[in-house]
């Protein structure tokens, strides 16, 4: 079995590690990289779903990359336009080259003798395993299971006669035309899929146990169609990219803090679109907008298939599957011949990889994150974490060029291993993204860093305050313990 070295080894090559990839060969054309992929395409979550709609639930202005402009004025792109962005990123800046498909990372330990990472990965076609080392090691995995979904236990669930599909493994060519469809869910998943399926379907019903706020969008931006007439695309693409990211903090910032006032404007917009006569009971969440997600639905296409008459929505709870369909706590029963479980997702850290610091298992629920891109206490590791409450890709880039930095650093101290230690203290029993209230990140607690009582080891999902500190601060700051080469012990020299 031969060891193969990067000096930079990234762990994924969806829209996380290709930036980080992109943004490193950019930097540090002469750098040795490599990417592990377990998937046999670029793209991750990207590639992987492919059920009827998949799009983006962020604008693309500041979903896209700050160094590759979203060229288009769509806000909303769909999965395989996404898809073809990374793959061309990938490309345009040789990332593409470096990338080493079918291998799943099993396991990774940190020597602090060798000063560096040993990564042992699965060739999953033949069952061979291989072998990495590497300086610095980058976590782009993303934060759910990707074999598989969650989907609760339903009872009588074998009792159905029609097809039970989870969104996350769609199948190739499925076929849903003129069928009653039931969608199980009510987050952005559920929202895509009941009005792309809508016209071809015989009827689509939402069933959701409680509502979500859900906003229109307008599908296509038009100041940016109309900047570009008159200003160079660079130049749009800055104003409409800032003016994203304000216009959505502002919408996050204004949740936590006067959350009755955005309820009631959020309802005011759901009631426009929909009606009068509409029961607005299934658009009226238990929750304050923000505690989860909001759904984006370009151009309201949601509230559009209700008017139609072609899907409805139901707010109830599943009492068990029958033969023909499903039956509810209220005694109502849905028929269907297909039903979507758009239940969520598993919550997987490091992408099920043991992580091991000198041989020690290492359990990163047992410690803090450090400034949102390190784990406390271990070396030279950099956890690639997007945001929740905007666009993921926003914290992808400022990740990337704090890396960039800290690499430039490190070459001019004469440093080699970087380690954020808590001195003070400040580690709690939080965790780092309980903030949000879904299904997924509350089931998977466990599993994740611990919030510290202040920053750095604090998770503030800030946008500014990030870039401030990423861009900005000092590298060395107290918290983060440079170490330097270590020199091979001297071998006695006997008469």
């Known amino acids: 079995m031969t060891t193969q070295h990067a000096e930079v080894l990234i762990i994924g090559a969806g829209i996380s590690g290709i930036g980080i990839a992109s943004r490193l060969r950019r930097e540090f054309p002469e750098r040795d990289i490599a990417i592990l ?14 059920y009827p709609g998949i799009r983006s639930d962020s604008d693309m202005f500041t979903f896209g990359y700050e160094f590759k402009p979203w060229d288009e004025t769509k806000v909303l792109a769909d999965g395989p336009a996404i898809r073809n962005y990374v793959t061309t990123t990938a490309r ?49 995995t993303g934060y759910y299971n990707y074999d598989a979904g969650h989907t609760p236990e339903f009872a009588g669930i074998e009792d159905f006669a029609g097809s039970v599909i989870h969104p996350q493994h769609w199948p190739e060519d499925f076929d849903h035309t003129g069928k009653k469809v039931v969608v ?46 008159f200003l160079p695309r660079a130049v749009s693409h800055r104003m409409t990219r800032t003016r994203n990211i304000a216009m959505w903090r502002a919408m996050y910032g204004g949740s936590r803090k006067y959350p009755k006032q955005v309820r009631a404007m959020i309802a005011a917009i759901t009631r426009r679109q929909l009606g009068e006569d509409f029961d607005m009971s299934h658009f009226t969440p238990k929750y304050d907008p923000w505690d989860q997600r909001l759904c984006a639905v370009p ?7 209700l008017r139609s008459g072609k899907a409805s929505i139901v707010t109830d709870r599943i009492e068990r599957f029958t033969e023909n369909g499903i039956l509810l706590t209220s005694g109502r029963e849905l028929e269907a011949d297909v039903i ?46 997007g945001y ?19 690499l430039q650093h490190m070459d001019a101290t004469g440093h080699a291993v970087a380690v954020p230690v808590d ?73």
């Open 340 to 385: 979507i479980t758009a239940t969520g997702l598993e919550l997987q850290m490091l992408g099920g990889a043991t992580l091991r610091v000198d041989g020690k298992v290492h359990d990163i629920a047992d410690g803090c994150v450090y400034k949102g891109v390190m784990l406390q206490d271990v070396p030279n590791l950099l956890w690639v974490l």
């Open 184 to 229: 199980i869910g009510s987050g952005a998943t559920a929202v895509t899929l009941v009005p792309s399926m809508a016209d071809t379907v015989e009827h689509i019903t939402m069933l959701q146990r409680s509502p979500s706020y859900i906003l229109p969008v307008p599908s296509v931006d038009k100041i940016t169609a109309a900047q570009r007439r």
């Open 92 to 140: 345009e800046n040789g990332v593409d080259q470096l990338i080493h498909h079918g291998l799943k990372v099993i396991d990774s330990d940190w020597s602090s003798a060798d000063q560096r990472w040993t990564v042992t990965a699965l060739r999953e076609e033949t069952g061979d395993i291989e072998t990495w080392t590497c300086t610095y090691l980058v976590i782009a």
């Open 37 to 50: 992929e377990r998937r046999r395409n670029i793209g991750g979550t990207w590639d992987l779903f492919r």
């Open 423 to 495: 001195r003070s203290g400040l580690g709690t029993a939080g965790a780092a993204i309980d903030e949000m209230s879904s299904g997924y990140i509350q089931r998977g607690l466990g599993m994740v860093p611990r919030q510290g009582k202040d920053f750095p080891w604090r998770l503030v999902m800030d946008y500014k305050h990030d870039r401030q500190v990423l861009l900005n601060d000092p590298i060395e700051d107290g918290v983060l313990s440079l170490q330097p080469v270590r020199q091979p012990v001297a071998q006695a020299v006997h008469p």
């Open 388 to 406: 929740t409450n905007i666009s993921w890709t926003l914290k992808v880039d400022i990740a990337g060029a704090w890396l960039v930095r800290l």
């Open 299 to 305: 151009d309201g296409d949601l509230f559009k298939a």
